[in-house]
């Protein structure tokens, strides 16, 4: 049964360990050599901190470090605010160059034909045939139809002008999220307001046209 | 022989081109483009109110007129010239709201198009991105999607998953719109056009029909609505914030404008059909993204999109609103690359603008500003799987799509391919269903006429006749209060021949008036409509008043025998007496009675 054996096991695979062997009897005919167990524990082969930072400058294995343009890119894509000053500045950089040390490491253990993990859910067949949308899903949602016409046959929703209710057990508060968000005194109680200026401020940035531009995000009311 | 009293007039017509007035936009669709606005319409729909039909016509021939005026060939020559030169390659993405009772991923109600809700009503905590909030999945907005996907020809796949698309804007609570990046829930359909959706002659190359391929259609939460109140306050309305909308992406088969405006118009007709997106292009319900780029016909670009090589460097065209504004973009977009292009510039990949009135696309982000989305799969919503039995039961109970329907109303009642095309169109089917149940009334009262008789009678009146009623009175299908019986009945006794013409349009307004339940032959009774043939003795008479009048052509008829002249008397009398009572055959044989002795 354990003819097929991986490499590591094949060390260990003839040798009880020493300090069970009064209970335990030999099962196979080759002699143990007593394993020091202590000795092998004390040194570490692998420790966590060589995630953190490279051993050696040559065993670096970053080819590009950021650069100062990379790090603006980066903060406004997030939103965050530019450095104060130089020494913010390399402080950042070199954090930065730390994280992207870190992934490197993980990223060098081989992922080929594994995908990577979304979510946590059942992903046997029998749990996807569960989460699978049928008929059945979806019977509730056909009655909500009508057929209209007799010669000219079309489907039509039935808006019976119900208002969405929650799923059992949470209720859904509309109107109530806008109050609660609008409550710190604006006058205009039914729309959430911004202003351009306000962004322009924050961020220190002239706002273009365009959809796509990053703004401050949030929708709350601003003076 | 020289005729006094008459004189070859100049061409009466000149005046007329000259002082040819302006287009005016047809009253009723102004102002209800208008009430949708919520803005009044100031004065009363003018009472000169022209039927749609006339008013089209009108515009075709003013439209003509204008081509053949000044400089019409030359500007042609050297368009069309360029285009010899250049080919044009356009994509499009569009992105329709779908039809559905809630948003996509929390229960609060989907408001689709009703500009009468209450601003920020309808806000589940999700909607508003309320720390903690989750999304879950509503199950409802899975119909119209599919609907769509299946119309329009997908593979829908089993498995698709949803992503982040990441980037900030006040009109994004999350911070991330949740949308199908990388498995998208559809792929690989067809949309076919033909000459009369809209495709110019080049771009069907002979064929009888041009098909675009679909990419994929994937399904993504909508933003809030914006509103700006200058000069620096925006108004937000989060009621629209998360309602579901299907982007349907194609492939760039497209080599015209006139083709893009038809794929747009096609599509939005095709989801109105099936009811998944009822909100057209004018209330925002249906928004058109466009990619457009250029090649020197004969050479082959160096980039390719989806299998698609050989073209140019494309820019993206945002936030088209309407067919027209679809075609004179591209128009605008691909004339400015020929130009860059001729004068050895390079186009440079990025997103423009366009306004109403514009005469060039604006620039409104370039590349090195090109956002990056981070797309990543949403660990909190779990992958979306689609059953076969619920593809199947959607596809077999599939509503008619509008090609077929009009393919079947041309075969079955004999209607002319435009008007069968006007009538699917409009009233969302009801005037079609009006007039299949009128043709089928129709059946058992005029047994001797085959259907296809039957249903152009049918199909003239309720397009022209009852379309004539509704426009003179300015009222809408709705208002309509006439029955099919009623119409069955009209047509029946007008083709019997026991009423006049005339009389069966006063039997349409009494029909209409709601204020009696008679039918159509009891009211023909009790007002004496019938129509009464003349006797004998009232032909004698009309005849010889009608020739007392004229004695010169009588003596002409009789001693110079110019039989020719009878006929006249005949027309005479059909115009004196009463509206088609007289019947050519019998007063041409009185007025020969008359005559001979």
Same mark, same amino acid.
């Given at each position: 049964?354990?003819?097929?054996?991986?490499?590591? /096991?094949?060390?260990?695979?003839?040798?009880?360990?020493?300090?069970?062997?009064?209970?335990?009897?030999?099962?196979?005919?080759?002699?143990?050599?007593?394993?020091?167990?202590?000795?092998?524990?004390?040194?570490?082969?692998?420790?966590?901190?060589?995630?953190?930072?490279?051993?050696?400058?040559?065993?670096?294995?970053?080819?590009?470090?950021?650069?100062?343009?990379?790090?603006?890119?980066?903060?406004?894509?997030?939103?965050?605010?530019?450095?104060?000053?130089?020494?913010?500045?390399?402080?950042?950089?070199?954090?930065?160059?730390?994280?992207?040390?870190?992934?490197?490491?993980?990223?060098?253990?081989?992922?080929?034909?594994?995908?990577?993990?979304?979510?946590?859910?059942?992903?046997?067949?029998?749990?996807?045939?569960?989460?699978?949308?049928?008929?059945?899903?979806?019977?509730?949602?056909?009655?909500?139809?009508?057929?209209?016409?007799?010669?000219?046959?079309?489907?039509? /929703?039935?808006?019976?002008?119900?208002?969405?209710?929650? /799923?059992?057990?949470?209720?859904?508060?509309?109107?109530?999220?806008?109050?609660? +968000?609008?409550? $710190?005194?604006?006058?205009?109680?039914?729309?959430?307001?911004?202003?351009?200026?306000?962004?322009?401020?924050?961020?220190?940035?002239?706002?273009?046209?365009?959809?796509?531009?990053?703004?401050?995000?949030?929708?709350?009311?601003?003076? | 022989?020289?005729?006094?009293?008459?004189?070859?007039?100049?061409?009466?017509?000149?005046?007329?081109?000259?002082?040819?007035?302006?287009?005016?936009?047809?009253?009723?669709?102004?102002?209800?483009?208008?009430?949708?606005?919520?803005?009044?319409?100031?004065?009363?729909?003018?009472?000169?109110?022209?039927?749609? /039909?006339?008013?089209?016509?009108?515009?075709?021939?003013?439209?003509?007129?204008? +081509?053949?005026?000044?400089?019409?060939?030359?500007?042609?020559?050297?368009?069309?010239?360029?285009?010899?030169?250049?080919?044009?390659?356009?994509?499009?993405?569009?992105?329709?709201?779908?039809?559905?009772?809630?948003?996509?991923?929390?229960?609060?109600?989907?408001?689709?198009?009703?500009?009468?809700?209450?601003? $920020?009503?309808?806000?589940?905590?999700?909607?508003?991105?309320?720390?903690?909030?989750?999304?879950?999945?509503?199950?409802?907005?899975?119909?119209?999607? *599919?609907?769509?996907?299946?119309?329009?020809?997908?593979?829908?796949?089993?498995?698709?998953?949803? #992503?982040?698309?990441?980037?900030?804007?006040?009109?994004?609570?999350?911070?991330?719109?949740?949308?199908?990046?990388?498995?998208?829930?559809?792929?690989?359909?067809?949309?076919?056009?033909?000459?009369?959706?809209?495709?110019?002659?080049?771009?069907?190359?002979?064929?009888?029909?041009?098909?675009?391929?679909?990419?994929?259609?994937?399904?993504?939460?909508?933003?809030?609505?914006?509103?700006?109140?200058?000069?620096?306050?925006?108004?937000? !309305?989060?009621?629209?914030?998360?309602?579901?909308?299907?982007?349907?992406?194609?492939?760039?088969?497209?080599?015209?404008?006139?083709?893009?405006?038809?794929?747009?118009?096609?599509?939005?007709?095709?989801?109105?059909?099936?009811?998944?997106?009822?909100?057209?292009?004018?209330?925002?319900?249906?928004? +058109?993204?466009?990619?457009?780029?250029?090649?020197?016909?004969?050479?082959?670009?160096?980039?390719?999109?989806?299998?698609?090589?050989?073209?140019?460097?494309?820019?993206?065209?945002?936030?088209?609103?309407?067919?027209?504004?679809?075609?004179?973009?591209?128009?605008?977009?691909?004339?400015?690359?020929?130009?860059?292009?001729?004068?050895?510039?390079?186009?440079?990949?990025?997103?423009?603008?366009?306004?109403?009135?514009?005469?060039?696309?604006?620039?409104?982000?370039?590349?090195?500003?090109?956002? !990056?989305?981070?797309?990543?799969? #949403?660990?909190?919503?779990?992958?979306?799987?689609?059953?076969?039995?619920?593809? !199947?039961?959607?596809?077999?109970?599939?509503?008619?799509?509008?090609?077929?329907?009009?393919?079947?109303?041309?075969?079955?009642?004999?209607?002319?391919?435009? #008007?069968?095309?006007?009538?699917?169109?409009?009233?969302?089917?009801?005037?079609?269903?009006?007039?299949?149940?009128?043709?089928?009334?129709?059946?058992?009262?005029?047994?001797? $006429?085959?259907?296809?008789?039957?249903?152009?009678?049918?199909?003239?009146?309720?397009?022209?006749?009852?379309?004539?009623?509704?426009?003179?009175?300015?009222?809408?299908?709705?208002?309509?209060?006439?029955?099919?019986?009623?119409?069955?009945?009209?047509?029946?006794?007008?083709?019997?021949?026991?009423?006049?013409?005339?009389?069966?349009?006063?039997?349409?307004?009494?029909?209409?008036?709601?204020?009696?339940?008679?039918?159509?032959?009891?009211?023909?009774?009790?007002?004496?409509?019938?129509?009464?043939? *003349?006797?004998?003795?009232?032909?004698?008479?009309?005849?010889?008043?009608?020739?007392?009048? $004229?004695?010169?052509?009588?003596?002409?008829?009789?001693?110079?025998?110019?039989?020719?002249?009878?006929?006249?008397?005949?027309?005479?009398?059909?115009?004196?007496?009463?509206?088609?009572?007289?019947?050519?055959?019998?007063?041409?044989?009185?007025?020969?009675?008359?005559?001979?002795?």
């Amino acid at each position: 049964m354990a003819l097929q054996c991986l490499p590591l /096991r094949s060390a260990l695979r003839c040798r009880p360990i020493p300090s069970l062997r009064r209970n335990l009897t030999r099962f196979n005919s080759t002699t143990p050599s007593p394993i020091d167990v202590a000795a092998l524990l004390s040194k570490p082969t692998w420790s966590v901190t060589s995630l953190l930072t490279a051993a050696s400058p040559s065993t670096s294995t970053i080819t590009s470090a950021i650069t100062s343009k990379q790090l603006h890119h980066l903060l406004r894509l997030s939103a965050l605010p530019p450095p104060a000053s130089e020494a913010e500045v390399s402080g950042l950089l070199a954090s930065l160059s730390q994280h992207l040390y870190f992934v490197n490491e993980i990223q060098s253990v081989d992922t080929t034909a594994v995908e990577p993990l979304q979510g946590l859910r059942d992903e046997t067949k029998q749990g996807e045939k569960e989460s699978e949308l049928g008929l059945e899903a979806l019977k509730e949602a056909l009655g909500k139809e009508k057929v209209v016409g007799r010669y000219h046959r079309r489907i039509r /929703r039935v808006r019976d002008g119900v208002k969405g209710k929650g /799923r059992e057990g949470v209720e859904e508060e509309m109107g109530d999220v806008m109050d609660a +968000a609008a409550r $710190n005194g604006s006058h205009m109680q039914k729309y959430a307001t911004a202003r351009r200026s306000a962004w322009e401020a924050w961020t220190g940035q002239k706002r273009s046209s365009g959809k796509e531009e990053m703004c401050g995000a949030g929708f709350s009311v601003m003076h | 022989m020289n005729v006094p009293g008459v004189r070859f007039r100049p061409l009466k017509a000149l005046p007329a081109l000259l002082n040819r007035s302006r287009a005016t936009p047809r009253p009723c669709y102004v102002s209800k483009w208008l009430q949708s606005r919520g803005l009044q319409v100031s004065t009363a729909p003018p009472a000169n109110a022209v039927p749609l /039909r006339k008013h089209l016509k009108d515009e075709a021939k003013r439209k003509k007129a204008d +081509a053949k005026g000044l400089g019409g060939p030359r500007r042609d020559g050297a368009v069309t010239a360029r285009l010899q030169k250049w080919e044009l390659t356009v994509g499009i993405e569009v992105h329709a709201e779908l039809n559905t009772a809630c948003k996509l991923f929390s229960s609060a109600t989907a408001a689709s198009g009703d500009i009468t809700a209450v601003p $920020n009503s309808n806000v589940a905590a999700f909607d508003a991105a309320l720390p903690g909030s989750q999304p879950q999945f509503q199950v409802a907005t899975l119909l119209p999607a *599919l609907r769509a996907a299946i119309a329009l020809g997908c593979d829908v796949q089993r498995k698709s998953g949803w #992503d982040r698309k990441h980037y900030f804007h006040w009109d994004q609570p999350n911070g991330y719109q949740i949308t199908q990046y990388y498995q998208p829930f559809a792929k690989d359909g067809t949309l076919k056009l033909t000459a009369e959706d809209g495709v110019p002659r080049e771009d069907l190359l002979g064929a009888h029909s041009l098909s675009i391929g679909i990419k994929q259609i994937q399904m993504e939460q909508d933003t809030a609505k914006t509103s700006h109140h200058p000069p620096s306050n925006y108004h937000i !309305d989060y009621n629209r914030s998360g309602h579901p909308l299907i982007e349907i992406i194609t492939l760039p088969h497209i080599h015209s404008p006139q083709t893009a405006a038809a794929v747009v118009r096609k599509l939005q007709g095709l989801l109105k059909a099936i009811d998944a997106c009822t909100t057209g292009m004018e209330l925002g319900g249906l928004r +058109a993204d466009v990619n457009v780029s250029v090649r020197q016909r004969g050479t082959t670009g160096s980039l390719s999109y989806s299998g698609v090589a050989g073209l140019g460097q494309r820019t993206e065209i945002k936030n088209l609103s309407s067919f027209k504004a679809v075609e004179d973009a591209i128009v605008a977009e691909r004339d400015r690359q020929i130009s860059v292009l001729e004068a050895g510039g390079a186009i440079a990949g990025e997103t423009r603008g366009w306004s109403l009135g514009s005469t060039e696309t604006k620039r409104l982000r370039g590349k090195e500003g090109e956002v !990056d989305y981070r797309y990543m799969p #949403d660990a909190d919503l779990p992958p979306l799987f689609i059953g076969n039995d619920l593809i !199947d039961h959607l596809r077999s109970s599939l509503p008619e799509l509008p090609d077929a329907t009009m393919e079947r109303v041309q075969r079955e009642y004999g209607l002319t391919e435009k #008007d069968a095309r006007t009538i699917v169109a409009l009233d969302n089917g009801e005037r079609l269903e009006f007039m299949e149940a009128t043709e089928e009334l129709l059946q058992p009262r005029l047994p001797t $006429n085959d259907s296809l008789e039957l249903g152009r009678m049918a199909g003239n009146w309720v397009l022209h006749e009852i379309g004539g009623f509704l426009t003179a009175n300015s009222l809408s299908w709705s208002d309509l209060k006439m029955y099919p019986i009623d119409l069955a009945d009209i047509i029946a006794y007008l083709a019997r021949g026991e009423i006049t013409s005339r009389t069966a349009k006063q039997l349409l307004e009494y029909a209409n008036d709601g204020s009696t339940s008679r039918g159509i032959g009891d009211l023909i009774h009790d007002l004496g409509l019938q129509r009464r043939p *003349l006797s004998d003795d009232e032909y004698t008479e009309l005849a010889r008043t009608i020739m007392n009048e $004229n004695p010169g052509m009588v003596a002409a008829i009789k001693e110079k025998g110019q039989k020719g002249k009878i006929m006249w008397f005949v027309g005479q009398m059909m115009r004196r007496g009463e509206e088609e009572t007289i019947e050519p055959e019998k007063a041409k044989e009185v007025v020969e009675r008359i005559l001979a002795d």
